[in-house]
């Protein structure tokens, strides 16, 4: 995922608050936008950390990169690992469970 991350010229970052108690693997800056990663390389799907960092910075767009299906909840959507690559790529809210809106 960081390689694919990388690969597009994002720089991304870590963050972990003050007390450590959370962490999220990545925070890129797409367009205007701060975007926190975390990344599930199993079928466990809980995602405090991200959620922490959701409450505390109210982002537009929150991402999970996991094995399970594109899931898009009221704070953030699940983009399945073989696909993520495509949404590196495309602009930030045209992604919509592994197709592209291509718009002007």
């Known amino acids: ?3 694919q991350i990388v690969s597009q010229s994002f ?4 963050w972990s ?3 450590g ?3 999220v693997d990545f925070i890129i800056q797409k367009s205007d936008q701060i975007i926190p990663i975390e990344v599930k390389s199993s079928e466990n799907l809980k ?3 991200l959620r922490v960092y959701y409450d505390k910075y109210l982002p537009k767009e929150c ?6 299906p594109y899931i898009l909840q009221d704070w953030m959507k699940n983009i399945p690992m073989y696909s993520f690559q495509q949404w ?3 602009n930030p809210y045209d992604y919509e469970g592994g197709s592209l809106s291509l718009t002007d």
């Open 63 to 68: 991402i999970r990169t996991s094995l399970s």
């Open 47 to 49: 995602s405090r950390s």
């Open 11 to 14: 720089q991304p970052f870590y």
């Open 21 to 23: 108690r959370s962490e």
């Open 1 to 3: 995922i960081c390689q």
């Open 88 to 90: 590196v790529i495309s």
């Open 17 to 19: 608050p003050d007390e």
